[in-house]
């Protein structure tokens, strides 16, 4: 799936915002599934493709923090036990700084999200049947996750 000039553009604006008040940038990625072992999926308003929830980690903010920030404001999702942390994966997609937490836990929705100024879309899915656009890096994380064999390194 190629990034349209606007896309890329925009991303260039973000990640050179971060470079000038970050010296490294590092968000976190959640592999959200609800009691029936669906994953949550989210469709972004600003970037094409089905992702995991997630987004950046503030200064100030606990990574475990984000966790349940970004999926409260993705998917009104609440997290039933404790965020596990699957693994730290180094994102050169932009720069070279980016890092990504990647997380797993079981979820509960409290009511279904709406639509807004950031996220167009989001569902439960079962993994054999995901949504049409699934980005080839949530691909990838639901591959290793189902294999079982370990995680790459690179986002």
Request: proline residues 3%.
């Amino acid at each position: 799936m190629q990034k349209s000039f606007i896309e890329k553009l925009r991303d260039k604006i973000f990640h050179t915002w971060f470079w000038l008040t970050r010296s490294m940038t590092m968000g976190v990625r959640i592999a959200a599934f609800d009691d029936q072992g669906r994953i949550f999926l989210v469709r972004h308003t600003y970037v094409r493709g089905w992702h995991l929830p997630g987004g950046g980690i503030e200064r100030g903010e606990a990574a475990v923090d984000a966790v349940h920030k970004e999926l409260q404001e993705e998917g009104n999702l609440v997290v039933a036990g404790a965020p596990e942390l699957l693994a730290v994966f180094y994102n050169t997609h932009i720069t070279n700084r980016d890092h990504v937490l990647f997380y797993r836990c079981i979820v509960n929705q409290i009511e279904a999200k709406q639509a807004d100024h950031e996220i167009a879309e989001s569902g439960f899915f079962d993994l054999k049947s995901l949504p049409e656009g699934v980005t080839p890096a949530t691909q990838r994380r639901l591959d290793e996750l189902a294999a079982d064999t370990g995680f790459s390194d690179k986002w």
